[in-house]
């Protein structure tokens, strides 16, 4: 019943350009304008890409985080989930986008971070029905990629392989 009462509507998020938001979501996502136009004076647009409703403002007064190549160890970012990791980034990059993180990186980058001490990611509680030991024995894997957006807005695609007997995520 809760399920029903609270629904996810959109992700609003400030931004320095509309446009710039609008033709990125159109070209990589075939993204799709519902609106246009001003709030509070403001140019906003809302559109729908990967299933979800966007909302950007353009806001003056926006800061632009760090973009690529500055150390960054983690960052607010959409996550969107792809069925085949590669054949989405070989269609990504087709559009213009570039990766600062492949799988191979990520990869790197925890052994780097994890040279067999387990600092790299620790769990405080996994949900049942999957325990630490299936998670090790690669029954569950995330293998992820991320591009930067306009205003370096992290976009982290995600191959998720879990056992069907879990399902945290929807397909």
């Known amino acids: 019943r809760d399920m029903q009462r609270y629904r996810f509507m959109e992700v609003s998020m400030a931004c320095t350009s509309v446009q710039a938001m609008e033709d990125f979501w159109i070209r990589m996502f075939d993204g799709k304008v519902l609106f246009r136009g001003l709030m509070a004076g403001q140019p906003f647009s809302r559109m729908v890409a990967c299933g979800v409703t966007l909302v950007f ?49 990520v990869r790197e980058w925890q052994k780097k971070h994890d040279p067999g001490t387990g600092a790299y990611l ?37 191959e998720v392989h879990e056992p069907t007997d879990a399902q945290w995520f929807p397909a």
């Open 122 to 158: 620790q769990t405080t509680y996994i949900a049942p029905p999957l325990s630490r030991e299936r998670i090790t024995s690669g029954e569950y894997r995330h293998d992820v990629a991320i591009f930067p957006g306009p205003d370096n807005l992290w976009i982290e695609l995600n």
């Open 57 to 105: 403002r353009e806001d003056p007064a926006m800061t632009v985080p760090p973009g690529p190549g500055q150390e960054v160890q983690y960052r607010n970012h959409l996550g969107i989930r792809v069925d085949d990791l590669e054949a989405a980034i070989a269609d990504l990059e087709a559009k213009g986008a570039r990766f600062t993180m492949t799988p191979a990186l």
